[in-house]
């Protein structure tokens, strides 16, 4: 089968893709998607199937509108996974669906796949995983060493917006009293430094380490002594949760059902019920290496079922039995390919791949070419760029001699 990924960000491909990949079938990423290159990234692969994650740049309305009139064009069957369930059912994946039609919704949240179907939109549960090619158990990195980490976004903004959200339990409950009680916390990600009104606390400067490359996790995730799992639902569990276990990592995370029932609290990973019990865990475990060995290793056992290979073997199954791919397209094949569309046309191009605090403006004045000329290489319809996309700058000079 040929599977078409229309994602442009350094997340998803490592995740379904790779899935879809290990299983035998011939994967595309698509990279940033306009009105002139999907027809043509459609036709030179010519997919059996397409699919889209999420929440992101390839998903602006007018994206969306692009996507379902080329899918529906040339009859491709078109996947979506809502991973921003069930917060964002309402405004975001609903619209969404309404706009792409795609003909199957796979989530995250089992309660909201009733609702899907309940409004005659064929749907079915696939929860997070982890990839075996990057989160897997490796050596302690020194640059990775601590006592207790966090990898994760801080997120502020939600935080402020939205008073509810689990997150902030989450966050009382595990980081909040660790930190009353003067243990050091590192942390990875994201706007940790706007989070002391949050955590009443103004976390030292060197305890923030900012982004970490996705594809490092798994260092940090076997180098730290504790890593502290925030959790965002009470009934789901995050895709992080997957990763820390698949690298094995010690984990200590919040009592949820989500996490209940999906891992053996005291076995596979240590929970909190209370803010004492966190620092009380936290302490035992750091005092007590021998059991952290244990539980990692049981629960880098039991996260086995949970790759990204098996949930391909599950959405496929689904859509077999759906009848939104034929069996015989859903054969595997040996050396299947893996290709990023971007690679095989840009070759002719100087490229420049955006970095955190980037502008259009300051790309322009660094590299000494027009705004204008940027918009028009890379059809951009505003000035509006993201973090790690990759920029057509000009064309590379050629040799002229015989």
């Known amino acids: 089968m040929r599977v078409l990924f229309i994602d442009s960000g350094n997340l998803w491909p490592h995740t379904l893709p790779k899935g879809f990949h290990a299983n035998g079938h011939d994967v595309m990423i ?17 997919p059996d199937l397409a699919v889209t994650i999420g929440w992101g740049p390839e998903h602006t309305f007018r994206k969306q509108i692009l996507i379902k009139e080329q899918m529906t064009t040339r009859n491709i069957p ?54 075996e090619t990057i989160h897997f158990p490796t050596r302690k990195y020194p640059e990775y ?83 502290i799992g925030l959790q965002n639902y009470p009934n789901l569990v995050t895709q992080r949760t ?29 929970v909190s019920s209370s803010p004492k019990d966190t620092v009380d865990k936290v302490t035992y475990y750091l005092e007590h290496a021998d059991e952290r060995k244990i539980i990692k290793k049981q629960g880098h056992k039991t996260v086995q079922p949970n ?16 009848k939104i791919v034929h069996p015989k397209v859903a054969a595997s094949r040996e050396k299947p390919e893996f290709i990023y569309f971007q690679d095989s046309i840009d070759q002719q191009y100087v490229m420049y791949k955006v970095k955190t605090g980037d502008t259009l403006l300051k790309i322009s004045q660094t590299l ?6 940027l918009k028009s290489v890379n059809s951009l319809p505003d000035h509006l760029i993201y973090e790690n996309q990759i920029l057509k700058i000009k064309k590379q000079a050629t040799d002229k001699k015989k």
């Open 145 to 227: 060493s601590a006592k207790i980490a966090v990898v994760a976004n801080a997120y502020p903004d939600i935080l402020s917006k939205y008073p509810d959200h689990f997150r902030h339990e989450s966050i009382k409950l595990l980081i909040k009293p660790l930190l009353k009680n003067q243990f050091r916390i590192d942390f990875w990600g994201n706007y940790w430094d706007q989070m002391g009104s949050y955590l009443g606390f103004d976390l030292p400067n060197d305890w923030i380490h900012g982004h970490l490359s996705y594809t490092e996790t798994n260092k940090l995730f076997s180098s730290a002594d504790i890593i």
């Open 307 to 322: 790759s990204y290979k098996a949930r391909v073997r599950q959405m496929i199954d689904i859509l077999v039995d759906e």
């Open 78 to 131: 078109l996947i979506y996974w809502a991973v921003e369930d069930p917060a964002y059912t309402k405004n975001w994946t609903l619209p969404l669906i309404e706009n792409m039609k795609p003909d199957f919704v796979f989530t995250i949240c089992r309660e909201t796949s009733y609702v899907y179907k309940q409004r005659g939109i064929p749907s079915a549960f696939l929860d997070f995983g982890f990839e």
């Open 368 to 373: 000494g070419v027009s705004i204008e000329e």
């Open 30 to 46: 698509s990279g940033p998607i306009t009105k002139q290159n999907l027809p043509k990234i459609l036709a030179e692969f010519n």
């Open 242 to 270: 997957f990763e820390i276990l698949g690298s094995g990592g010690f984990l200590i995370t919040q009592d949820t059902q989500g996490v209940r029932s999906r891992f053996k609290p005291g076995m596979d990973l240590v």
